[in-house]
Structures are given as structure tokens and as C-alpha cells.
């Protein structure tokens, strides 16, 4: 159960006498760029489209602290506005409210001090029951030898690369089976492979897998739409997530074509994702994903400094703060 899910399950298990509100705090990212008193946080926060009946319900809920919210996802926003959601957090928190709040471990320790609390771990999925998974998805298409031939592969990089931290998430081992159900050439190529297993490419092969099944599935009931080719497609997608995570000034500032992207993201507002792969435009214009942006924004960042020949990240990330940060913080590989 990956942070999100558990938060839905939380949410989904309160108490009937609280209102609840789910904050996807990607999608807020600009708002927290600055700080802001209690009234105007909640005021944000409570903003949705009810009807006049469950507005009034709600600020009797808001005027009796009778709410929990649950913030989603502290790592993915920029690390300036990181202390900006903290504050928010304390805010809150003093004028009675309740918080559950997720963020990957690494800032862990920052939410531990700043709170005075003891975090809450989410176990990652054992070993014995990653492999029963697997097995049990691929067993029809694939032989025992060439599934322990893939354990091997797996498990034996992950020792060195990740401790299994990438395995042990349900929603990534999906994806790991999804793409030799959906390729049986990928476990060729993998086991020819002597690099290692990469997780960021998985997600590429997943993607790539996914757009297009639905080129094919659309052409075969309209030969003449056409969406473009595949490295076409996933060069929008990386565009969309760098943007998402940066302000306009960084973004324009890393040579992307701004006007693309836009026309981008409006046929999304229009007609919605074909790949389902951005779930909505937020109010700041940004793209929300339905999987992490890293996976997009990685390949973008190394086709950045493949570019850069002579000192990669003082002419790529060095331009502002903002993306210095970005480049400490994540570790990008293929």
C-alpha cells in the first residue's frame, strides 16, 4: 500500500462526525510559495464547487474544527515551499484541526522535529510475497526457469541499487509485470542486459506500451486521427511534468518550448487525456499526473545534460537555486 492509498483508507475510515478534505499538495504548489494566515489557508483549502445545501453543512463542520485534512505528497513539492506547508500545517493545528500528512523518507527526520512526533512508516511488501505476485502474473505466459531467471535479474540489483524499495510498492511490481505480460522481447532483452534493472526505465516501456494500445485501439475505429509518433508523445509528457514542478521563470529558462506544452495541456482541459495519463489541469494551469513526475522528468533532466558538454550542471541546473535544489534532492538514472 503505497502513501496515497493509505491516506484514501484513512480518509475513507474517519469518523462520520468530521468533514474531511483531501489536499494533493502538487497541485498547490504555487499557492504555497507564500505564506499565509489561517483564514486564507482555509479559505483555499475549502474552495470546491458543492452546492449552496453541502456549502452550508461544510463551514459548520469548518466553524466547529470538526475536520480533518489529509496532505498528500510533501516531497513533491518545490523544496522552498516545503517550510511554507509545514507552517500551513501549524496553523492548523493550532486553531484545532486535524492532520494527517505523507511524505516520502527523506523528509522523515524534517517532519519528526518540526512536529515533535514519531512518523509512521509504511512496510514495503516482503520479498517472499513480491516474488508469489510476480510469479502468479506471469506463470501463463512464461516458464518457472524464465521467472526465476527474472527474480534474479530483479532482486539481485535492487540488493545494491535499492535495498527492493522499488519492488516493494504494489502499484511499481504492477508495472514491472505489466510490461513482460504486454512484451515477451522485453524479457529477452533483459536478460541480455548486463546493466542492471533500472525502474525509471520500466516505467518508459510501461508508458510507451500503454500509448500504443490506444493509437491502435482509436485508429482501428478512426484511421484518420493521428496523434504522432511515440518519442513525440512521451517529449510532451516530460515537458508537462518538468512544468508542473517549476515556475514559470525556471521553466522557461530551461529552453522548452512553452507555447507547446500549453497547447498541450489545453487539449487535455478540452478533451482529457487519450493515455490517461495527466488525470486534470489544476486551477494554476499545471498538469496532475496520475503517476509520479519523476518517471517523466528524469529522461527530460539526462537529455538536458547529455546536451551540456562541458559542465553539465553548472550550465543546465546552476541557472537558479530552484533547479540546484532539484538536482540534489533526485537522482535520476537509466
Not at 122 to 151: A, P
Amino acid at each position: 500500500m503505497g502513501k496515497t492509498t493509505l491516506l484514501k483508507k484513512l480518509k475513507n475510515e474517519c469518523d462520520s462526525r468530521f468533514w474531511t478534505i483531501d489536499v494533493d499538495l502538487k497541485t498547490h504548489n504555487e499557492f504555497f510559495k507564500k505564506k499565509h494566515d489561517a483564514n486564507e489557508l482555509l479559505n483555499h483549502l475549502f474552495e470546491g464547487n458543492e452546492n449552496n445545501f453541502s456549502k452550508h453543512i461544510r463551514d459548520v463542520f469548518r466553524s466547529k474544527k470538526k475536520v480533518y485534512f489529509f496532505f498528500d505528497g510533501l516531497d513533491d513539492v518545490e523544496n522552498s515551499c516545503v517550510d511554507n506547508v509545514l507552517d500551513s500545517v501549524n496553523e492548523l493545528l493550532s486553531e484545532g484541526f486535524h492532520i494527517w500528512i505523507s511524505s516520502r523518507k527523506n523528509l522523515k527526520t524534517k517532519l519528526e522535529d518540526r512536529f515533535n512526533k514519531v512518523a509512521m512508516d509504511i512496510e514495503e511488501i516482503e520479498e517472499e510475497h513480491q516474488k508469489f505476485y510476480i510469479k502468479k502474473r506471469l506463470k501463463e505466459e512464461y516458464t518457472h526457469e524464465q521467472i526465476e531467471n527474472l527474480f534474479s535479474k530483479i532482486f539481485n540489483n535492487f540488493d545494491i541499487d535499492n535495498n527492493r524499495q522499488i519492488s516493494g510498492k504494489a502499484l511499481q511490481l504492477y508495472i514491472i509485470t505489466q510490461n513482460f505480460l504486454g512484451n515477451k522481447e522485453l524479457h529477452q532483452k533483459m536478460t541480455e542486459d548486463t546493466s542492471g534493472f533500472v525502474f525509471t526505465k520500466m516505467y518508459e516501456w510501461f508508458f510507451r506500451g500503454r500509448i500504443k494500445h490506444n493509437q491502435d485501439k482509436v485508429k482501428s475505429q478512426n484511421p484518420q486521427l493521428f496523434w504522432g509518433d511515440v518519442e513525440d508523445i512521451l517529449e510532451k509528457y516530460e515537458h508537462l511534468a518538468v512544468h508542473s514542478v517549476f515556475s514559470e521563470e525556471v521553466f522557461q529558462k530551461l529552453n522548452v518550448d512553452l507555447r507547446r506544452a500549453q497547447r498541450f495541456l489545453n487539449q487535455i482541459k478540452t478533451n482529457k487525456d487519450p493515455f490517461g495519463i495527466v488525470t486534470k489541469v489544476n486551477d494554476e494551469e499545471k498538469a496532475v499526473f496520475e503517476h509520479f513526475t519523476y518517471i517523466f522528468r528524469c529522461p527530460f533532466f539526462l537529455k538536458q545534460l547529455r546536451k551540456s558538454s562541458s559542465h553539465p550542471r553548472r550550465t543546465v541546473f546552476q541557472q537558479t537555486q530552484e533547479l540546484d535544489d532539484y538536482f540534489k534532492c533526485h537522482t535520476c538514472r537509466r
